[in-house]
Nanobody
Framework: QVQLVESGGGLVQAGGSLRLSCAASGGTLLGYNMGWFRQAPGKEREFVAAISWRTGSSYYADSMKGRFTISRDNAKNTVYLQMNSLKAEDTAIYYC??????????????????WGQGTQVTVSS
């Protein structure tokens, strides 16, 4: 059973940066795609970015390109989301997810098989 644990969230001023981490355990994830999603109060869960654990190739939601960077450290079984130039509208709970199909990058939350508990990011304006 794959387990995902996010960390690194917190309160930051607009224009600041945060790096989120997602520590994975419970199996061989080399063939998985990993994704970050976020959900603001009253809104649907929104795709942020995804990365292939095997190749390191990545894919971003258009609105995140240039500000957010997804990466992974195979040795640490950890996926990261570096967030720069944060805005108030980035305030949300951020979730890490794993897709065991490891095909194309999916942007729909229902295509992911495992989820972390989420970490709160609050950006003050």
């Amino acid at each position: 059973q794959v387990q995902l644990v996010e960390s690194g969230g917190g309160l930051v001023q607009a224009g600041g940066s945060l790096r989120l981490s997602c520590a994975a355990s419970g199996g061989t994830l080399l063939g998985y795609n990993m994704g970050w999603f976020r959900q603001a109060p009253g809104k649907e869960r929104e795709f942020v970015a995804a990365i292939s654990w095997r190749t390191g190739s990545s894919y971003y939601a258009d609105s995140m390109k240039g500000r957010f960077t997804i990466s992974r450290d195979n040795a640490k079984n950890t996926v990261y989301l570096q967030m720069n130039s944060l805005k108030a509208e980035d305030t949300a709970i951020y979730y890490c997810a794993a897709d065991k199909s490891a095909g194309i990058f999916y942007t729909l939350a229902r295509r992911y098989d495992y989820w972390g508990q989420g970490t709160q990011v609050t950006v003050s304006s």
